[in-house]
T-cell receptor, first 111, second 115 residues
Framework: QKEVEQNSGPLSVPEGAIASLNCTYS??????FFWYRQYSGKSPELIMS????GDKEDGRFTAQLNKASQYVSLLIRDSQPSDSATYLC???????????FGGGTRVLVKP | NAGVTQTPKFQVLKTGQSMTLQCAQD?????MYWYRQDPGMGLRLIYY???????DKGEVPNGYNVSRLNKREFSLRLESAAPSQTSVYFC??????????????FGSGTQLSVL
């Protein structure tokens, strides 16, 4: 069973601070990694994808990937109350289109 | 352009009843998926269809059946509902032909309660 693990939180951060979310995965051959944001009562939406080791930045979001350690993270800089949501890590299997999701980390940004 | 449309939004069933969740996408996507989401467990794949005419089991297929009716539509059927199937169900699609975009587009979800 391929696993994706996340700390469920809640991760409480003050407004303007950096939120750091972590995700580990068990399938060593996975090549594609995604972060989805899900507001309460809504459907998930893709915010970041990363395929190579290192950092990928998009606005206030930075995804970090370390395949040797089977670890992917998401940094949210200058956190805003509107960033309060659950963040789901997803890993795509090496062959095919199936995604395995982690349980999600709930983030609370306090004004 | 509605994206992914799933119906109904809410449903209450009694144990043993059957129902079908409907899903349609208008983005010409090849792949479609059914997930369930339970508190603290993220999204778990029930069934998926990589392309029209094919379906495959996901992580938690027991108690469910699916039909890929055509390229647009992918339905999920509960033949004999059980309380363990109380969950939020999401349909999703991805993958236009000749596109490397792997982004999943989700429907708005169905809140199902089985009493």
């Amino acid at each position: 069973q391929k696993e994706v693990e996340q700390n469920s939180g809640p991760l409480s951060v003050p407004e303007g601070a950096i939120a750091s979310l972590n995700c580990t995965y068990s399938d060593r051959v996975s090549q594609s990694f995604f972060w989805y944001r899900q507001y309460s009562g809504k459907s998930p939406e893709l915010i970041m994808s990363i395929y190579s080791n290192g950092d990928k930045e998009d606005g206030r979001f930075t995804a970090q990937l370390n395949k040797a350690s089977q670890y992917v993270s998401l940094l949210i800089r200058d956190s805003q109350p509107s960033d309060s949501a659950t963040y789901l890590c997803a890993v795509k299997e090496a062959a095919g289109n199936k995604l395995t999701f982690g349980g999600g980390t709930r983030v609370l940004v306090k004004p | 352009n509605a994206g992914v449309t799933q119906t109904p939004k809410f449903q209450v069933l009694k144990t043993g009843q059957s129902m079908t969740l409907q899903c349609a996408q208008d983005m010409n996507h090849n792949s479609m998926y059914w997930y369930r989401q339970d508190p603290g467990m993220g999204l778990r794949l029930i069934y998926y269809s990589a392309s029209e005419g094919t379906t495959d089991k996901g992580e938690v297929p027991n108690g469910y059946n699916v039909s890929r009716l055509n390229k647009r539509e992918f339905s999920l059927r509960l033949e004999s509902a059980a309380p363990s199937q109380t969950s939020v169900y999401f349909c999703a699609s991805s993958g236009r032909q000749f596109s490397t975009n792997e982004k999943l587009f989700f429907g708005s979800g169905t809140q199902l309660s089985v009493l």
